[in-house]
T-cell receptor
Framework: GQNIDQPTEMTATEGAIVQINCTYQTSGFNGLFWYQQHAGEAPTFLSY????GLEEKGRFSSFLSRSKGYSYLLLKELQMKDSASYLC????????????FGSGTRLLVRP | EAQVTQNPRYLITVTGKKLTVTCSQN?????MSWYRQDPGLGLRQIYY???????DKGDVPEGYKVSRKEKRNFPLILESPSPNQTSLYFC???????????????FGPGTRLTVT
């Protein structure tokens, strides 16, 4: 079966660093995406990993370990505007167009 | 401005009354998709399309139809809506990477549908 797990909620302090984990068990793997979604808005693309390792993009970094079925999103120098849901999604191996999303992690950044 | 548009943004309807939610993108993307988002369940893919006249089922296709007659448009049709189709719906589009895989998706603003 297909399963993607993320923590439901996390809280962190402005200026701090937070790591949001994602574990997946899928019938195939062909890339992992992270999206940000503010309340009431559409998801927006943050990062993409298909090979093991760390991808850095400004304050955001994403890590992938395919052997462990594990990814994390690292947010540095947290700002209040980073309060949002963070969605992990895995691309299916059999279909290059099919994405499976986790339920998302709601991050609250406090002053 | 590159964007995905959806209409309507909000819709309240009654059980059994056919409706269509339109989706249009101006980025010449090959790939388009429909999702529904429900609390605690995340985004679930309903249907996707790899190009004109090519569509396939996602994880929750029951009760929905789609068509892709033009590259820019991908309407979602509910022939006989039921209350369990009350949800927030997103359309998305993306280009393909060098090996033909769908890459970064651009999402529309969402359509909040209530079926009574």
């Amino acid at each position: 079966g297909q399963n993607i797990d993320q923590p439901t909620e996390m809280t962190a302090t402005e200026g701090a660093i937070v790591q949001i984990n994602c574990t997946y068990q899928t019938s195939g793997f062909n890339g992992l995406f992270w999206y940000q979604q503010h309340a009431g808005e559409a998801p927006t693309f943050l990062s993409y990993n298909v090979l093991d390792g760390l991808e850095e993009k400004g304050r955001f970094s994403s890590f992938l370990s395919r052997s462990k079925g594990y990814s994390y999103l690292l947010l540095k120098e947290l700002q209040m505007k980073d309060s949002a849901s963070y969605l992990c999604a895995v691309r299916d191996l059999d279909s290059s167009y099919k994405l499976i999303f986790g339920s998302g992690t709601r991050l609250l950044v406090r002053p | 401005e590159a964007q995905v548009t959806q209409n309507p943004r909000y819709l309240i309807t009654v059980t059994g009354k056919k409706l269509t939610v339109t989706c249009s993108q101006n980025m010449n993307h090959e790939y388009m998709s429909w999702y529904r988002q429900d609390p605690g369940l995340g985004l679930r893919q309903i249907y996707y399309s790899m190009n004109v006249e090519v569509t396939d089922k996602g994880d929750v296709p029951e009760g929905y139809k789609v068509s892709r007659k033009e590259k820019r448009n991908f309407p979602l049709i509910l022939e006989s809506p039921s209350p369990n189709q009350t949800s927030l719906y997103f359309c998305a589009s993306s280009s393909s990477n060098q090996v033909g895989q769908a890459y970064e998706q651009y999402f529309g603003p969402g359509t909040r549908l209530t079926v009574t």
